[in-house]
């Protein structure tokens, strides 16, 4: 694949998180990138409980005006391994 190729596609993404502040960034800088299709966000426990963290990634979408364009799934409300 040549750099040129990179120019005229977009690369899919899918966001895990548990978004606060660093993950809000992510989320409109994917969300607003033309290189990147962002496919949508699973949101995961974190320094909050996952309800939170998805009402967090909902209001983020919201705000920046992606919500009708990127999708949320609930995702695991604690780690599968420790």
Excluded at 4 to 14: E, F, I, K, N, Q
Aim: aromatic fraction near 4%; hydrophobic fraction near 35%.
């Amino acid at each position: 694949t040549s750099s040129s190729d990179y120019s005229t596609s977009t690369r899919p993404v899918w966001l895990d998180c548990d978004p606060g502040q660093d993950d809000m960034l992510a989320i409109i800088l994917c969300g607003y990138n033309p290189a990147v299709r962002l496919l949508g966000i699973s949101t995961v426990a974190g320094t909050h409980p996952v309800e939170k963290s998805t009402e967090n990634a909902l209001r983020i979408l919201q705000a920046s005006g992606l919500v009708d364009t990127v999708k949320v799934v609930q995702g695991a409300s604690r780690p599968l391994l420790r």
